[in-house]
């Protein structure tokens, strides 16, 4: 088969590729975009489709999480935002971005053999390192979800070598494995993998992809410190919950439960970094 190493992705391939899927029937592809989260928005606003899905080589102005920006070098990469319609509450959105992490971490794992962990609440690694990070927003009507949209990051065949000014430390497939990836094969898999998990979670199938979650989540037993907007919190983690909450036991022996904030792992006092991968 002819994957086209590194060059340009081909979405009329990749329509093919994905054949009846609903992400197949309103792809949108530009060679470069502000970030493909701010267009899947955009045409959500417009009244875009569920499965829309918005794919693209280059951004140049990427969003990561809490306003920090996402890098990536052009066809090198993968970076593409899946808008939905789900008729599901606001306390199960987490769920999604839950089973685009397992998509992207089984999909990697399909096509390259690397075992990648989930870090809560967004990011995939591969030990210390990101690989990936996902973009979750979300906009609600009265009390009800009108749309989601789902950005995820991943590097591929990026070589990160020395002299580029990243943030935290960062790793991608072709660093791990030697190998470089063909996208759009990588792409197909994870988009696909996560068409069948969203359908499971729409039918209320979602025990095993939170089994699924936690077995994977590098963090769990881990002690870690929780910084939010409002609070710092240190403990251990014993549970990601069906809602995306962290369980943790604090210091003082009591259970919390921490919604959002950015993690670190503390290794004997010492920060063993959180990061946010290309991020900067
Ligand atoms: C994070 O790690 O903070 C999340 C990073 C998400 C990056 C992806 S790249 C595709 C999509 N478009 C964006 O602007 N951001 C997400």
């Known amino acids: 088969m002819n994957w ?39 045409l959500a ?43 599901l509450p606001p306390n199960q959105m987490f769920s999604l971005t839950m089973i685009l992490a397992l998509a992207a971490m089984d999909g990697i794992n399909e096509s390259s053999g690397l075992q990648t962990w989930i870090k809560w609440p967004n990011d995939l690694y591969v ?11 979300i906009s609600i009507k009265g009390k009800k979800v009108d749309y989601v949209v789902l950005g995820l990051g991943l590097n591929v065949n990026w070589n990160p070598g020395k002299g580029q000014d990243l943030l935290y430390p960062s790793t991608s497939i072709l660093a791990e494995t ?11 898999g994870i988009v696909k993998l996560f068409e069948e998990y969203y ?19 590098m963090i769990i037993g881990r002690s870690v410190e929780i910084i939010s907007d409002q609070e710092t919190v240190r403990g251990t983690v014993l ?32 920060d063993e970094g959180a990061g946010y991968g290309q991020a900067s």
């Open 45 to 87: 606003e417009e009244g875009a489709p569920e499965g829309t899905l918005v794919l693209t080589e280059y951004q140049t102005a990427g969003k990561g999480r809490k306003g920090r920006r996402w890098l990536s070098q052009r066809y090198l990469n993968l970076l593409f935002s899946i808008l939905l319609r789900p008729s």
């Open 199 to 217: 359908l499971d979670i729409l039918r209320g199938e979602i025990e095993d992809y939170h089994r699924r979650w936690n077995q994977y989540s």
């Open 178 to 188: 030697g190998i470089v990836s063909p996208r759009e094969h990588l792409l197909i």
């Open 239 to 270: 549970l990601i919950d069906r809602e995306g909450a962290l369980i943790i036991r604090d210091e003082e022996g009591k259970e919390q439960k921490v919604f959002s904030g950015d993690l670190s792992v503390v290794l004997e006092g010492k």
């Open 4 to 42: 086209n190493i590194n060059l340009p992705l081909r979405p009329k391939n990749i329509e093919e590729m994905l054949g009846q899927s609903q992400f197949a029937q309103n792809l949108i592809y530009y060679e470069s975009t502000a970030s493909t989260n701010t267009l899947a928005n955009k």
């Open 127 to 137: 030990g210390h390192k990101k690989l990936g990070g996902i973009l979750t927003e």
